[in-house]
């Protein structure tokens, strides 16, 4: 199963977990997408834990900018 989920803070009012696992369902995917509602103060100490627990993820406010020196590539459109 590859697991994925939307990061930030807030992010219970978040649609994206229940938008995906009905798609992922309706398409016969084996794979899960959750929610990690990451306090800004305690960003740096979770970023690891989402790197290696998750297969992908998206990121909203307010690690947007934040996020960007932990990856690995940026596209051109990003």
């Known amino acids: ?10 992010v219970s009012h978040s649609a994206s977990p229940k ?7 309706r398409i016969n995917y084996d ?4 929610m990690e509602e990451i306090a800004p103060e305690n960003f740096e100490n979770r ?5 290696e627990h998750y297969d ?12 960007i020196p932990h990856l690995k590539m940026i596209e051109e459109g990003a």
């Open 1 to 10: 199963m590859e697991k994925f989920c939307i990061i930030g803070y807030p």
């Open 56 to 67: 992908g993820f998206n990121v909203t406010i307010p690690h947007k900018e934040r996020v």
């Open 19 to 25: 938008i995906y696992n009905e798609y992922f369902k």
């Open 47 to 51: 970023i690891d834990h989402i790197f």
């Open 31 to 34: 794979g899960f997408y959750g």
